[in-house]
């Protein structure tokens, strides 16, 4: 596997793996998977409407409602989700392996206020397979704690192209999004930021 440009706290950070051709690829591949399971905005299971909007694409999709965080194989309007884009699926491919491929690769779009809270990425049944994070567009900036709440947290940016890989030691560590820097990217139209995370499921 090629090795990342800096591993913090044993995650794995690729900066500037997709070049601006192929991350405009990419951009157009999930202008279609959004025409057929467009973006909609979930709310926590305590009902707060979450700030980013979401879609997904595989054979299962991550949805969060009241009845709780779950992956489901329909998008919450009842159609299926559609295939995970061959784009996504080669840097998959070429950072984790061809032994298996991600079930899911969840698209969360970011605009200007929206952020994601520290948590852990568990609804999946196997954690030795690790996750899979593209930064498309704005600039984010990305926090990791630890393999418990609390305690001291390090951030870095990721920019458009950066690929992140957290598995291992670094499955469960808990990370989230504080906020992202509006109009630091014009790949896409409107502006924005577009976080694709793929994971095997079952
Ligand atoms: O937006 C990101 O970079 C992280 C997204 C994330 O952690 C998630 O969707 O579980
Ligand atoms: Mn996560």
Redo the contacts with the bound molecule.
């Keep these: 596997m090629p090795e990342p440009t800096l591993i913090l706290r044993d995650v794995a950070i690729y900066k500037g793996w997709l070049d601006l051709g192929k991350q405009a690829t990419l951009v157009a591949a999930l202008r279609d998977v959004v025409a057929r399971a467009p973006l909609f905005q979930p709310v926590t299971p305590t009902g707060r409407a979450m700030s980013v909007r979401m879609t997904s694409a595989g054979r299962y999709g991550w949805i969060s409602d009241r009845n709780g965080y779950r992956y489901a194989p329909n998008h919450p309007g009842g159609m299926g989700w559609p295939p995970i884009p061959e784009p996504v699926l080669a840097i998959w491919r070429a950072l984790v392996g061809e032994t298996r491929l991600p079930d899911c690769c969840?698209i969360?779009l970011?605009t200007t206020e929206a952020r994601?809270g520290l948590?852990q990425?568990r609804d999946e049944a196997d954690f030795s397979w690790p996750v899979l994070?593209v930064?498309l567009g704005d600039d984010?900036l990305?926090r990791i704690g630890n393999l418990t709440r609390g305690g001291k947290t390090e951030s870095i940016w990721?920019n458009s192209g950066d690929v992140?890989v957290m598995g291992g030691a670094a499955r469960l560590v808990y990370?989230?999004?504080d906020r992202i820097r509006p109009g630091s990217s014009s790949l896409l139209r409107g502006g924005g930021r577009i976080?694709l995370?793929c994971r095997v499921v079952t």
């Design positions: 969840l969360n970011y994601m948590h990425d994070s930064s984010a990305f990721l992140v990370h989230g999004i976080n995370t």
